[in-house]
């Protein structure tokens, strides 16, 4: 499983030369370094909720790889997926909800997803994409609702990975590549996935 190492905003520095040490030297291979920026955003429009996106993305760029985003580095693929035009090296995702805004950021392809436990009609959303044994899961669970929604950002977050979108049965999804879950808040669920095993570092910049 890859490792969560959170830092918040005091002690940066040494957290994040204890954090490479470990990441450089695990079993000995290296590991791939995913890194989820974490904001905070008051509702509004879609138009707000997009712009805390790009201002976490343009934070996280400078953070961790000393890049500068610029309006006209933003484009999108065929399938909805945002990329950095001229940076095949760089990867990035951002997902909101609720009061919360995720921004990844990675040197290969990924995808992150964050839902706020919010009231659904469980019985008949979860019959659309639960799998048989995701169900009886679920009804045998201490928290359902939990862990619908822990259910619901694995899919998206490995969906945003591959760039495809729903374009799929969701009950009978076969995953392939690496991802887990993380914490963000209590009544939240998040995810990430990305092609291999890699080190996750949480950045919670509030």
């Not at 990844?104 to 990924?110: D, I, M, Q, S």
């Not at 992150?112 to 048989?132: A, N, P």
């Not at 669970?141 to 490995?158: G, L, Q, T």
Request: one cysteine or more; a positive charge.
């Amino acid at each position: 499983k890859p490792f969560i190492f959170i830092i918040r905003k005091r002690g940066i520095r040494k957290s994040a030369n204890l954090l490479h040490f470990w990441r450089r030297y695990w079993k000995g291979r290296l590991m791939t370094e995913i890194t989820v920026y974490v904001g905070k955003m008051d509702k509004g429009p879609k138009k707000q909720e997009h712009e805390a996106g790009r201002r976490l993305l343009a934070a996280g760029l400078m953070d961790r790889f000393g890049v500068t985003l610029r309006k006209e580095d933003l484009a999108v693929a065929e399938k909805g997926k945002p990329y950095l035009k001229g940076r095949e090296d760089l990867h990035f995702n951002i997902s909101h909800s609720g009061n919360f805004v995720l921004c990844a950021l990675g040197e290969c392809p990924l995808g992150v997803d964050i839902e706020r436990h919010k009231d659904l009609h469980f019985l008949r959303t979860g019959r659309r994409f639960l799998s048989e044994e995701e169900w009886k899961q679920w009804e045998k669970s201490e928290d359902p609702r939990k862990y619908f929604f822990d259910r619901w950002v694995i899919r998206e977050a490995y969906l945003k990975w591959k760039g495809t979108g729903i374009d799929r049965d969701l009950r009978s999804l076969s995953f392939d590549g690496q991802g887990r879950l993380f914490h963000v808040a209590d009544g939240y669920s998040a995810a990430v996935w990305t092609e291999e095993s890699f080190f996750l570092r949480l950045r919670f910049l509030f």
